[in-house]
């Protein structure tokens, strides 16, 4: 079955300090993977996606098929990252569904 | 911002009530999608609609119905028959053309509360 798996609830770190957002999925075909972000008060909207290997915010992600994880990480962290990051894996068995992870509450202190 | 909207954003529904929640979007996308967010669970699909007039059952569809009479609207209706419907719903839309580089937008979402 397909899945999301997102072990952190919370990730709390210190400005100007790494952070990894852990991410692993469960799935048989080929994976389509995607960061989305939801800053408070502000709607859910895409971070990135493996697909385009591009650096948004800082941020990256490798896929990592042999681990099959998508973690995403940025190698200092800002007062601003805090937000909740949600990972999800695109299930196109027909239609095109988002399969979202739990989400991981990222808290940067200054 | 911009492109999908929601209304309302807080809704307040007494026990035994149906509600609609509006989804509207200017995107010219053809899909669409009904989100349910529960702290600790993530998002959960409720219902999507590749084109007008078709929608199909998400993962946790029971107690919920929709419609797509428009490509621009998707409302969502919340029956008595929900057992938990306090949540925040979320919509989105996409243009429905698939990998790689179809992506879901979100409208600001509805907080529904039963009281």
């Known amino acids: 079955a397909q899945r999301v798996t997102q072990p952190e609830k919370l990730l709390s770190v210190f400005k100007g300090a790494p952070v990894e957002l852990k991410c692993n999925y469960s799935?048989?075909?080929?994976?389509?993977l995607f960061w989305y972000v939801q800053y408070s008060r502000q709607r859910l909207q895409l971070l990135l996606r493996?697909?385009s290997r591009e650096s948004i915010k800082g941020f990256t992600a490798d896929l990592n098929k042999g681990e099959t994880s998508f973690h995403l990480k940025k190698p200092f962290a800002q007062e601003e990252d805090s937000a909740m990051y949600y990972c999800a894996l695109l299930f196109s068995g027909g239609y095109n569904k988002l399969i979202f992870g739990a989400g991981t509450r990222l808290a940067v202190h200054p | 911002d911009g492109g999908i909207t929601q209304s309302p954003k807080y809704l307040f529904r007494k026990e035994g009530q149906n509600v609609t929640l509006s989804c509207e979007q200017n995107l010219n996308h053809d899909a669409m999608y009904w989100y349910r967010q529960d702290p600790g669970q993530g998002l959960r699909l409720i219902y999507y609609?590749?084109?007008?007039?078709?929608?199909q059952k998400g993962d946790i569809a029971e107690g919920y119905s929709v419609s797509r009479e428009k490509k621009e609207s998707f409302p969502l209706t919340v029956t008595s028959a929900q057992k938990n419907p306090t949540a925040f719903y979320l919509c989105?839309?996409?243009?429905?053309?698939?990998?790689?580089?179809?992506?879901?937008?979100f409208g600001p979402g509805t907080r529904l509360t039963v009281l």
């Open positions: 609609s590749q084109i007008v007039n078709d929608f």
């Open positions: 989105a839309s996409s243009t429905g053309t698939g990998p790689p580089l179809d992506t879901q937008y």
């Open positions: 493996h697909i």
């Open positions: 799935y048989s075909g080929s994976p389509e």
